[in-house]
T-cell receptor, first 112, second 117 residues
Framework: AQSVTQLGSHVSVSEGALVLLRCNYS??????LFWYVQYPNQGLQLLLK??????LVKGINGFEAEFKKSETSFHLTKPSAHMSDAAEYFC??????????FGKGTTLSVSS | NAGVMQNPRHLVRRRGQEARLRCSPM?????VYWYRQLPEEGLKFMVY????????ESGMPKERFSAEFPKEGPSILRIQQVVRGDSAAYFC???????????????FGQGTRLTVV
């Protein structure tokens, strides 16, 4: 079965600092990977998705993620954090014939 | 094009009552998924439905929980005889009819927050 692991349930950065949220997947076949963001009391919004067209994927709000097959990783980054980036972030993998499987999430805090 | 609509947004039930959560997928979407979110546990897949069919219910508790997606109307997640442990946020997501490509994302509603008192 496919799965994702998000390392670090909480990440804290200063405004303007680099954001790095880690995601590793396990899959016996090429995976389809996604990052979602959830703001308090809201649903999930798609940030970006890996479609195999390019290993570096650019998403909304300045986020990007790089697919590294050798490391089975799909880490999310943003060069400069903004206060509005404070939210919970979920990595997900698509499992054939069924639904998205999510990691446990990483809460990002941004301090001024 | 309205997004995925869930109602109610908040639901309070006493132990032993029934909870009915509704989800209207985006227009043109015929795949519906239900997830449950508990603090510190992320989103847990519950059930995947297409119109009038349950495709995968491997994440559904064996008792008290049921789901349907009728030909007409919204998808319903029903929890009978609720207990305090059922308190959680329940999210519905939908995806387009043509889901042959696995890189198709799901679109989420804003969730129903169930509180059992």
């Amino acid at each position: 079965a496919q799965s994702v692991t998000q390392l670090g349930s909480h990440v804290s950065v200063s405004e303007g600092a680099l954001v790095l949220l880690r995601c590793n997947y396990s899959s016996s076949v090429p995976p389809y990977l996604f990052w979602y963001v959830q703001y308090p009391n809201q649903g999930l919004q798609l940030l970006l998705k890996y479609t195999s067209a390019a290993t570096l994927v650019k998403g909304i709000n300045g986020f990007e993620a790089e697919f590294k097959k050798s490391e089975t990783s799909f880490h999310l980054t943003k060069p400069s954090a903004h206060m509005s980036d404070a939210a919970e972030y979920f990595c997900a993998v698509n499992q054939a014939g069924t639904a998205l499987i999510f990691g446990k999430g990483t809460t990002l805090s941004v301090s001024s | 094009n309205a997004g995925v609509m869930q109602n109610p947004r908040h639901l309070v039930r006493r132990r032993g009552q029934e909870a009915r959560l509704r989800c209207s997928p985006m227009k043109g979407h015929s795949h519906v998924y239900w997830y449950r979110q508990l603090p510190e546990e992320g989103l847990k897949f519950m059930v995947y439905l297409q119109k009038e069919n349950i495709i995968d219910e491997s994440g559904m508790p064996k008792e008290r929980f049921s789901a349907e997606f009728p030909k007409e109307g919204p998808s319903i997640l029903r929890i009978q005889q609720v207990v305090r442990g059922d308190s959680a946020a329940y999210f519905c997501a939908s995806s387009p009819a043509d889901r042959g490509a696995l890189n198709t994302e799901a679109f989420f509603g804003q969730g129903t927050r169930l509180t059992v008192v």
